[in-house]
């Protein structure tokens, strides 16, 4: 199950696309040659004056034709499955709110974010509670809230939530998450069905404890569950892990128990570099040729597919540092902090100038940095880019997923702000984070804050 390196470490290539490449295999965006670069219609330089930058911005329309795409491809008589939005991927209530109105559902692993989703106007019924460590806490709350399932992916984790269920008079509805150890073939922090990796229970204890949990007081089984990781944009493993579990749902079936649902969990990936983007319809034929006759109702959790080409990172060119016959760092002045990927995963993302005129300039090698007193804060390595001066501002592309989620204040540099792009009018979705709320929590115990130097020395 070979596929192209999916998140090859951010060095220079005779393949890295040009900027024109970039934007041809994105319709969202475009080149004005005045206005210089626009998100659907919207110039992202009026933005980036207004809020200043870092700044998000995320593309209401383009998320909502890509649900679309992904709905219909789903939608095909036989398979009829249900869409649960990874919320982990981009947790913003207007983006919740915006998926809601499509009709989907929410894919949660925490009690943050089924409370977020609610917020967001997602009925509980449509909600789905996955992870491989849930508190006594979220499940109750899960299980009060009457959500549509619980993942589970442990036997400790069944038999705890049996009790909790008993003790307040409810069932809960669960699903069986199984690992079906299947190399998805994608980056090895985003690989989540091998048998080593945490996630799930082992194929082969799945049928036994699903008997387990039938038997169970508080829990009714409904069916299995399977994600096997992220970014992943070659069908066979989809189709390798959904055969698994075919072939699990007629056994247990033949040993007389009920399976009405399989949960295919999310995955499915996008063309960062110069991937072939991966494909709804052929998700939705890998689903149909291994599951669709088994007369399950029928579920997928993405996250990445949906919202990550919808979101770009703009941010400016803080100064250049050359150095004799070395590629120049361009220091932006965003950094790790902001966009985690390229030093989490060594990502690879497109990087466009927001002016036509810089995105015309001869592209030479460089290395593009952020500010934050780390090595591994860089977005690319030896990249070709055009030249670009102090002041010149980019969009670095594909950043609405897992990109302000997992945002941290490292460095005291605060929250950037985030805009929504909808057609020609766009907004703030949320301020620049005020620098006083850095340590608006903090506390100095008393007898620090007074000074009394004198009493720590006395004590020793
Ligand atoms: C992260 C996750 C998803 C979403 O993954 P994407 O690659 O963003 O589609 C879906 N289901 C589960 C259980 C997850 O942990």
């Known amino acids: 199950m070979s596929m192209p390196s999916v998140s090859a470490p951010p060095s220079s290539s005779m393949t890295d696309p040009s900027v024109a490449d970039l934007l041809a295999a994105r ?10 670069l626009m998100l659907e219609q919207v110039p992202l330089a009026a933005i980036a004056d207004a809020l200043g930058t870092p700044v998000w911005v995320t593309g209401a329309g383009t998320l909502r034709s890509r649900y679309r795409r992904l709905e219909a491809a789903l939608a095909e008589p036989s398979l009829g499955a249900s869409i649960h939005y990874a919320v982990k991927a981009n947790d913003h209530l207007a983006i919740l709110r915006i998926l809601s109105i499509e009709g989907a559902g929410a894919d949660v692993v925490s009690g943050g974010e089924m409370r977020r989703a609610i917020e967001a106007g997602i009925p509980p019924a449509r909600i789905v509670f996955s992870g491989v460590g849930k508190s006594d806490d979220e499940l109750g709350l899960a299980l009060s809230l009457s959500i549509s399932q619980i993942n589970v992916e442990s036997r400790e ?3 705890r939530l049996s009790g909790l269920a008993s003790a307040c008079g409810r069932t809960a509805r669960i699903v069986l998450r199984v690992n ?13 069905g091998l048998a080593d990796n945490k996630f799930g229970v082992a194929y082969d204890e799945a049928a036994d404890l699903y008997a387990l949990a039938a038997r169970l007081p508080g829990i009714e089984p409904i069916g299995f569950a399977v994600h096997i990781g992220s970014q992943i944009n070659d069908p066979a493993p989809f189709r390798a892990a959904y055969a698994r579990i ?11 128990q009920a399976v009405s649902l399989v949960d295919c969990g999310g995955g499915l990936g996008i063309s960062y570099r110069d991937e072939i983007e991966g494909s709804p319809r052929a998700l939705a034929h890998a689903i149909r040729v291994t599951l669709g006759d088994l007369g399950l109702k029928l579920v997928v959790e993405p996250g990445r ?13 803080l100064l250049v540092k050359q150095s004799a016959g070395r590629a120049p760092f361009v220091v932006l002045d965003a950094a790790m902090n902001d966009l985690l990927r ?25 290395h593009l ?19 670009l001066a102090a002041g ?17 204040t490292y460095n005291s540099r605060p929250l950037a702000a985030q805009a929504l792009v909808d057609g020609s009018r766009w907004t703030t979705i949320r301020p620049r984070q005020p620098v006083e709320q850095l340590w608006a929590g903090e506390l100095v115990p008393d007898w620090i804050a007074a000074g009394e130097t004198g009493a720590g020395r006395a004590a020793e």
């Not at 993302?349 to 002016?355: A, N, Q, T």
């Not at 940095?369 to 030249?387: K, S």
């Not at 010149?392 to 941290?408: E, K, N, P």
């Open 246 to 256: 075919a072939d699990l749902v007629r056994r247990v079936r033949e040993a007389g």
């Open 369 to 387: 940095v952020g500010p934050v007193c780390e090595t591994g804060d860089t977005f690319a390595l030896d990249r070709p880019l055009p030249h």
């Open 392 to 408: 010149a501002r980019v969009a670095i592309l594909d950043t609405g997923a897992y990109g302000a989620v997992m945002s941290s």
């Open 27 to 36: 319709p969202h965006l475009r080149m004005h040659a005045l206005e210089g």
């Open 180 to 192: 079906p150890d299947i190399d998805a073939g994608t980056h090895a922090k985003i690989t989540t």
């Open 305 to 317: 597919w949906l919202v990550a080409p919808a979101g770009v990172l703009l941010s400016r060119v």
């Open 157 to 159: 984790e069944l038999e």
């Open 342 to 366: 390229p030093s989490l995963y060594e990502a690879w993302h497109g990087v466009v100038p927001l002016s036509a005129r810089d995105a015309v300039q001869p592209a030479g090698p460089a």
